[in-house]
């Protein structure tokens, strides 16, 4: 990726990912999760913060801790991990709001270049159809996929 | 893999993370996991090459 990335570690499944947010909030915990969709071979994704006091995981918080960037770059990273244990996962990726998956659109056009080098990257349009990722376009949600 | 072979893939070196397997068989996103499925259930997907894990 182009952009700095964190460092992250993963449960040995792959499944669950871990870093730390440094910004001007301080340390955040992040985590992504990679989980089973009702449809075979999908895993959708989702990250958010953790809070280690509460054991609690918090996806629509607005961290604002001066680090989007690098967060996405990092949370896109995964996508390398991930389906090189599992190279024929579909992978879903929705926001919890509009703003948030405007944020999703934003990390996947940052580092589109490198993306598309691996991965198809589709964009599910508002009549539930998807198309080939198109930058500036509003979507309901992207789905990434391995290139064979 | 060769140590070549190795500094030329992309795949990263995942440090694991014992602490994490708590985690396992659980669903931290819940609701946008329900989210997500609800958005797919009609949802036309696009014609993938696809082997099931």
Do not use: H
Not at chain 1, 42 to 58: K, R, S
Not at chain 1, 121 to 132: A, N
Not at chain 2, 19 to 43: I, P, R, T
């Amino acid at each position: 990726m182009k952009y700095k990335k964190y460092d992250y570690t993963a449960d040995k499944e792959l499944y669950f990912y871990e870093f730390t947010s440094i910004g001007r909030k301080g340390e955040i915990k992040k985590v992504v999760e990679y989980s089973k969709m009702n449809i075979e071979g999908y895993y959708n994704l989702a990250f958010g913060d953790f809070d280690i006091e509460t054991n609690e995981i918090n996806d629509k918080v607005v961290t604002n801790n001066g680090d989007s960037l690098k967060v996405l770059s990092t949370v896109a990273s995964t996508l390398y991990a991930f389906t090189g244990k599992y190279p024929n996962a579909q992978i879903f990726a929705t926001g919890s709001n509009e703003a948030r998956t405007r944020l999703y659109r934003m990390g996947i056009t940052n580092n589109l270049v490198e993306i598309q080098e691996d991965f198809d990257v589709y964009g599910m349009k508002t009549d539930e159809t998807f198309e080939k990722f198109v930058v500036g376009e509003d979507y309901l949600g992207f789905l990434i996929t391995r290139k064979k | 893999m060769k140590v070549q072979e190795f500094n030329k893939s992309k795949i990263p070196l995942v440090k694991i993370n014992k602490k994490l397997d708590k985690f396992k068989g659980k669903v931290l996103f819940k609701e946008k996991l329900d989210m997500a499925n609800k958005l797919l259930e009609k949802a036309v997907l696009p014609k993938i090459d696809t082997q099931i894990n």
